[in-house]
């Protein structure tokens, strides 16, 4: 089975960046896109953003579009969350996903998609 394991949460002042990080670990990975949610408290999880493994096809939420970028290292089976800009309103606990089955347009915008999720990152933006 695959484990996924986010890191590089943490509290930040509004305005500034964070850089989380979702690899995989306990076996060879291999899945078609990754993605980012999260979950803020007493609200239900939400789509941030999500990537493919091969080429790279990138979609955002529209909260975040402009100051958050997705990325990946093919090599290290790991993918990056960048942040910048941040909010209050962006915090949250941030949940990397992986999908391995391969689905058209945006349906990985859905929880639907994933089957492995990690265990969380708590990202807390002051003001």
């Known amino acids: 089975q695959v484990q996924l394991v986010e890191s590089g949460g943490g509290l930040v002042q509004a305005g500034g960046s964070l850089r989380l990080s979702c690899a995989a670990s306990?076996?060879?990975?291999?899945?078609?896109?990754m993605g980012w949610f999260r979950q803020a408290p007493g609200k239900e999880r939400e789509f941030v953003a999500t990537?493919?493994?091969?080429?790279?096809?990138?979609y955002y939420a529209d909260a975040v579009k402009g100051r958050f970028t997705i990325s990946r290292d093919n090599a290290k089976n790991t993918v990056y969350l960048q942040m910048n800009s941040l909010k209050p309103e962006d915090t949250a606990v941030y949940f990397c996903?992986?999908?391995?089955?391969?689905?058209?347009?945006?349906?990985?915008?859905?929880?639907?998609?994933?089957?492995?999720w990690g265990q969380g990152t708590q990202v807390t933006v002051s003001s």
């Open positions: 306990g076996r060879t990975f291999i899945g078609y896109a």
């Open positions: 996903a992986a999908s391995i089955t391969s689905y058209s347009g945006s349906f990985y915008t859905s929880e639907r998609a994933y089957l492995y």
């Open positions: 990537i493919r493994w091969s080429g790279g096809n990138t």
